[in-house]
């Protein structure tokens, strides 16, 4: 009998995910507020509930991929929510990337019902997503990880058992806080490069090559400085994954000097109505700090 998995939360990234786990062999009922989304996962093979509700109902194992702390929350345990229609024994596993403290509250009281919680925050961005190649940092136990781990390894190829319920999510503010500081030092680099009359592309070329060498060099900034800022990860996202980070910062006494930096930067992407361009997009910010543009002839 084919495994039933539960998916709520089919955005940019939920809905190739819940395809993967699809062509991987397993049925999936899906619930999303968008109905395009949910229409194409039924497309895909899928099958979707009126309510979250359902989707607990009908599969013993949920996924949730949601934007923030309080959406995971309210999906949970408003009425017509999961928590309405899990069953004892019943596994969430929440891919969102939201607070560590919201996680252990949720886990302990969902624990109370007989409901374990795996926290799994992703990184690898929209292609991540659609190849099958996010690596997924999971919080929780790890014998049911890896009783399950066939169902992580349809969504990613790099798993990662991070320790106790939060610190899958700690994992992730890691990640973000490197994320970010990699987007504001190649935006900062190109723009340096632009103001000189240095050529853009050989800069990237050259120091591609060697010890400055990362992710967003590679495979951002010659997009970038095209003007090309099209969302992988939402640039809304990426500021709401900074306040985590530096709430967590804040909570466990740790310094975030270059965190803050980054977090300012987004959050004027944000209030300038650029939240809905991809993270890549804080160049935008940088120049008009510099009152000028950053972009190939």
């Not at 929440?94 to 990184?123: F, M, Q, W």
């Not at 050529?199 to 003007?227: E, F, H, Y």
């Not at 006494?253 to 959050?267: C, D, R």
Request: proline share 3%.
């Amino acid at each position: 009998m084919t495994q039933s998995i539960g998916f709520v939360g089919l955005g940019i990234m939920g809905l190739p995910m819940a395809k993967n786990l699809l062509n991987a062999g397993y049925s999936v009922i899906g619930y999303n507020r968008s109905k395009p989304r949910l229409k194409e996962l039924v497309k895909s093979g899928g099958t979707s509930a009126k309510t979250a509700k359902e989707v607990a109902e009908n599969a013993q194992i949920v996924i949730t991929c949601l934007p923030n702390s309080q959406s995971v929350s309210n999906i949970i345990f408003q009425n017509e929510g999961l928590a309405d229609g899990f069953q004892n024994g019943s596994i969430l596993i929440d891919c969102s990337t939201i607070s560590p403290k919201v996680t252990v509250e949720i886990a302990e009281t969902l624990n109370n019902s007989g409901v374990s919680l795996l926290d799994a925050p992703i990184s690898g961005g929209e292609e991540g997503a659609i190849n099958g190649s996010l690596s997924i940092m999971v919080g929780g136990d790890l014998n049911l990880l890896n009783q399950h781990m066939d169902i992580f390894q349809s969504m990613g190829a790099t798993i990662t058992h991070c320790g106790k319920n939060g610190a899958g999510q700690i994992t992730k503010a890691c990640n973000q806080i490197i994320v970010a500081s990699q987007m504001v030092g190649v935006s900062e680099a190109l723009l340096l490069a632009k103001k000189s009359g240095t050529d853009l592309n050989s800069v990237i070329s050259a120091i591609s090559q060697g010890a400055a060498s990362c992710w967003t060099l590679t495979n951002r900034a010659p997009d970038m400085i095209k003007g090309d800022f099209t969302p992988g990860f939402f640039a809304e996202y990426q500021y709401k994954d900074l306040c985590i980070a530096v709430d967590s910062g804040r909570e466990f006494g740790s310094p975030m000097p270059q965190t803050m930096v980054a977090h300012e930067l987004y959050k004027s992407m944000v209030e300038n109505g650029m939240g809905k361009d991809g993270n890549s997009g804080v160049l935008q910010i940088l120049e008009l700090l510099a009152g000028t543009t950053n972009r190939t002839d």
